[in-house]
């Protein structure tokens, strides 16, 4: 298994679409590398042991043995486990195997990063480096979270309502989504919006700039940096670890605030 920062990945998924959709996904993570896409639970059996993955993403619907027959038949050095299916029952047999999470089909890549955010909470754990009593998710809290989306009549309801903010950038007004926003840094009277694959600075205080995202998605974690809660992969010590691959500093007035709105 991988023991630096990047972690690899297999993928045991026979549907080529939802194979196709995680792979993309996994292509916006920088830490995230992917291994191979296996189709069957016996190819996969062969490729975990010749590969040793830190995780496996396993379908539970697969031909000849189900996912969680390759589950339960993985022993020593066993990879952390993303169970996906359409099917909410399947979820339960899942923490039954002790998997780190559990997808629902169809989930969006926010639901996917706060997957791998637990994987990667555990990966450190496993190796010493975090606090397991700040940082390890409870799994009554993951049960709570999976019986509230059991009972959402559509996929729909799941979804989040996008917002959008205009700000100018040089001489164009530019309507971005925050949504897409990973995190905001401080720059005196600018800011810079930093996204995925590029960043815009706008004349901005931080002030404002927190005003237009709101609190409900964004947090600030000191006087420089507002963070997309939903790109912050783990919190190590004094630091913050976005999907990015980057880690931003937490202010000593803004720790209890971080605690409470990402721990509670």
Known sequence: MNNSCQLSVIIVENDQTDASTLKQYIS???????????RTAIEALDMIYIKKPDIIIVDVNLPMMSGLELISGLTSQK??????????QYAF????????????????????????????????????????KELMPKRDNLLEDLNTRATATTTKSLSKEERFIWVKVDKKMMNLNTSEIVYVEGLRDYVKIHLAKINYVVNLTMTKTQELLGNSSFIRVNRSFIINKSFIICVKGNTIETSLNNSLPIGVNYKDAVKQLLFN
């Open 93 to 132: 047999n899942g923490f039954e195997l002790d998997v780190t999470d559990f997808l629902l089909k169809p989930f969006d890549f926010q639901r996917f990063i706060k997957a791998i955010c637990k994987v990667k909470q555990r990966h450190y754990n496993l190796n010493s480096e975090i606090n397991v």
């Open 28 to 38: 916006r993570i920088p830490f995230l590398h992917l291994l191979t896409i296996c």
């Open 79 to 88: 990879p952390q486990i993303i169970l996906t299916s359409a099917h909410q």
